[in-house]
């Protein structure tokens, strides 16, 4: 992270790893989303849809909501994060506590080298959904 690299004091350093957690969880609640109406081949107005004002799939909590798409046949392969399934128990962790509170509480103990780890399986699962699920 470049900005990270700039920044001297460590309340600025982890501020801004808490910034990135918070909103990357946004990231992948959009692309679960974005995978799902892909996957029904919905082609409405998603703010209309039946499943996107279902509070199960309109939700910050990420199993619920793909506990929610799973029911509907909407499986993402090898998304080993959002299924429990990942080898590292501090990355799983971090993909499981996912809230929308860390936009005004931190994350406890996160530091950069998790972090970091955490971005790249969370890239690698965007890639994923994207071929998977192609526009």
């Known amino acids: ?6 920044v001297s004091d460590a309340k600025s350093k982890s501020f ?9 969880g946004y990231i992948l609640e959009s692309s679960l ?9 919905y082609n409405g107005d998603i703010y209309l849809s039946e499943h996107y004002n279902n509070k199960s799939f309109k939700t910050h909590h990420i199993q619920t909501k793909y506990i929610y798409m799973m029911q ?4 993402i392969r090898d998304l080993v994060f959002v ?5 590292s128990k501090d990355l799983q962790r971090l993909f499981n506590n996912w809230d929308v509170k860390y936009r005004y509480e931190h994350y406890p103990n996160l530091d950069k080298a998790l972090l970091d780890y955490y971005i790249k399986e969370l890239e690698k699962g965007l890639i994923r959904i994207k071929i998977q699920f192609p526009s």
């Open 33 to 41: 989303s974005y995978a799902f109406f892909n996957h029904i081949r």
């Open 83 to 87: 299924s429990h399934g990942h080898t």
């Open 72 to 75: 509907r046949s909407c499986v």
């Open 1 to 6: 992270m470049l900005l990270y690299d700039t």
């Open 16 to 24: 801004l790893l808490n910034e990135v957690y918070y909103l990357s």
